[in-house]
């Protein structure tokens, strides 16, 4: 008999996991909450649950490297997709494979048990299905970071989360404040420094900032895998091979005139990428600033004491995971999140 597996989510996980328990002859569903493959990358601007990517999103890791191996995408195909590529892209694969004929769509999953070791789920219409193994596919771009700052409860500007920010739509004319500066409040900074009055950005250690394309136009991600890089990564100590790279950085951009230099080394974190932020920097269009301190009516106050003219509050302070539908949550422990990316 043949093992049962359930994939849950079509995205840009779900549906390669899918195509693996064809291939390794397993019988496979999938269950998609919402009527469109593609997870983040369908965007829903008036999505509410789940993650969306912005109106705006152009991805960040080369089409080179984030293809999947087995679908190559088209040359004519820039190298750094619009998210609307990268969704058609992602609809092409699943006809190719002919996927879409293992996928419920409209279909939640409600919960899921583990019982006499065999899967058991209950759908959103309780409806009841048992499987041998089961594949979340969820993503991790579904359930924002809200830190909690002092004096918040008395600021009278709008707070929304990255997660819920779709366009630049509304914010004309505005003081904006941005909190993190990870590929969010660079992506939402610099598209907002067009159409506000003023963006701020504030970042509590700052960030090594990296452009999309090495010198002579190649994808950075293409040149960090080439043989080349890895034989000289393997032959020079870590931190000679930082001290070249932060060089190459801040040929671009000075980083400590723009308070932007991270205790960090560079292969330690994940970089924030972004092409266009030292230019805007340069021309006055967006500020870095200190960590928040404090909160008054229409101001953020900064450590050391600045302050900032706020009506819109943007926070980019990332997401979690979780997996609400595990019953006991127990089921899979989460103690470092990033531990799932790795293990
Ligand atoms: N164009 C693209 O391809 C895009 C890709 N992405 C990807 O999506 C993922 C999520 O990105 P993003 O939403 O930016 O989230 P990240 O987790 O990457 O960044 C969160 C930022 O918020 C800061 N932060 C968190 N908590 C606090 C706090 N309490 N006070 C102050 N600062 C805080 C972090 O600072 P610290 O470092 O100090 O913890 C960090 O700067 C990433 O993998 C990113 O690469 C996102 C947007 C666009």
Redesign the pocket.
């Known amino acids: 008999m043949k093992i049962k597996v359930c994939v849950i989510g079509a995205g840009a996980s779900g549906l390669p996991a899918i195509k693996s328990c064809i291939e390794n002859g397993l019988e496979v569903v999938c269950y998609e909450r919402t009527a469109e493959l593609g997870g983040l990358w369908n965007y829903r601007p008036n999505q509410k649950e789940g993650g969306t990517?912005m109106a705006s999103?152009?991805?960040?890791?080369s089409k080179e490297m984030m293809a999947y191996s087995d679908f190559v995408p088209l040359d004519k195909l820039p190298n750094f997709m619009h998210h609307s590529f990268v969704l058609k892209y992602m609809k092409e694969y699943a006809e190719k494979f002919d996927l879409l004929k293992y996928i419920k769509f409209n279909t939640e999953v409600k919960t899921i048990e583990k019982v006499d070791g065999k899967w058991k789920i209950t759908l959103g219409n309780g409806r009841i299905e048992i499987f041998d193994k089961i594949m979340l596919a969820t993503g991790h771009?579904s359930y924002p970071?809200y830190?909690q700052?002092r004096g918040m409860e008395v600021f009278k500007g709008q707070t929304i989360h990255?997660h819920d920010y779709r366009s630049y739509k509304g914010y004309e004319g505005k003081d904006v404040f941005i909190?993190?500066?990870?590929?969010?409040?660079l992506?939402i900074a610099v598209e907002l420094s067009k159409i506000a009055k003023s963006v701020t950005i504030?970042?509590?250690?700052g960030?090594w900032i990296f452009n999309r394309c090495a010198a002579g136009g190649m994808p950075y991600d293409i040149v960090f895998h080439s043989r080349l890089y890895y034989f000289i990564r393997k032959i020079l100590p870590l931190s000679l091979v930082n001290d070249f790279m932060e060089h190459r950085l801040q040929q671009r951009m000075d980083h400590d005139l723009f308070g932007l230099r991270p205790n960090h080394r560079f292969f330690e974190?994940?970089p924030?990428?972004n092409d266009a932020l030292a230019n805007l920097l340069a021309s006055g269009m967006i500020t870095v600033t200190e960590?928040?301190e404090t909160f008054e009516g229409n101001a953020v106050i900064v450590k050391g004491g600045r302050k900032f003219a706020c009506d819109e509050l943007i926070l980019?302070?990332?997401?979690t995971f979780s997996f609400p539908f595990l019953k006991p949550q127990s089921l899979i422990p989460i103690k470092v999140s990033f531990l799932l990316y790795f293990n």
């Open positions: 990517v999103t152009v991805v960040n890791t771009h970071i830190p700052f990255a909190v993190g500066i990870g590929n969010s409040a992506d504030s970042t509590r250690r960030s974190q994940h924030t990428v960590d928040v980019c302070t990332g997401y």
